[in-house]
């Protein structure tokens, strides 16, 4: 049984360097406009925490076919059954 592929293993990574990135426009953005440093830094952060939870949802809805039997999304998915202990 083989492990996941490099491209799997970064796409966590992925999401949150596309997420910093918009945090640090939203960041620059706002020094430019108010010229205050506390103000820009706190309005990165909230950038940045909005765009990871935009970009997880996405990842998340948009799926990984997997085995490629089941081409649904994630979330429409039927979940398997559990398992008893």
Do not use: C, N
């Not at 108010?34 to 990871?52: D, N, P, Q, Y």
């Amino acid at each position: 049984m083989t492990g996941p592929s490099w491209r799997e293993r970064l796409k966590p990574l992925e999401l949150v360097g596309m997420a910093a990135v918009l945090g640090v426009f939203a960041g620059v953005i706002a020094v430019i406009g108010t010229r205050s440093i506390e103000i820009a830094v706190i309005l990165a952060g909230i950038a940045f925490i909005a765009a990871l939870l935009v970009l997880a949802m996405l990842a998340l809805a948009a799926g990984d076919p997997g085995d490629g039997t089941d081409d649904r999304p994630v979330l429409e998915r039927e979940k398997p059954p559990r398992r008893r202990k």
